[in-house]
Nanobody, 126 residues
Framework: QVQLVESGGGLVQPGDSLRLSCAAS????????????LSWYRQAPGKQREFVAS???????NYTDSVKDRFIISRDNSEKMGYLQMNSLRPEDTAVYYC????????????????WGQGTQVTVSS
């Protein structure tokens, strides 16, 4: 009943920017979902899924070396949306990007769980 949905992927040229979004929600309108920790991973064709960036609830961020100074991970104040701002995109950034998050769910009781989205394609090509 908890959903984590990515959006914002597409086809861009080298040097362009994209912002990926990750939206957390619950199918029951009476439930509340909050993103605590957020990470982005990516998987290029024929390669293993790899870590891209992470954000923890205390505001700490981490990035894989290849995206440092180009990508920015964030979470909005509602704690229902996460983002990955990608600048100066390169062909080697081409991959399916996945968000994963630790969610706090309040539906009567309070629960926690880790969830993955379905992925969004990013293609960088001239």
């Amino acid at each position: 009943q908890v959903q984590l949905v990515e959006s914002g992927g597409g086809l861009v040229q080298p040097g362009d920017s994209l912002r990926l979004s990750c939206a957390a929600s619950h199918l029951n309108p009476g439930a509340s979902v909050s993103i605590m920790n957020l990470s982005w991973y990516r998987q290029a064709p024929g390669k293993q899924r790899e870590f891209v960036a992470s954000f923890t609830s205390d505001g700490t961020t981490n990035y894989t070396d290849s995206v440092k100074d180009r990508f920015i991970i964030s979470r909005d104040n509602s704690e229902k949306m996460g983002y990955l701002q990608m600048n100066s995109l390169r062909p080697e950034d081409t991959a399916v990007y996945y968000c994963t998050a630790t969610l706090r769910v309040v539906h009567g009781a309070v629960g926690w769980g880790d969830f993955w989205g379905q992925g969004t394609q990013v293609t960088v090509s001239s």
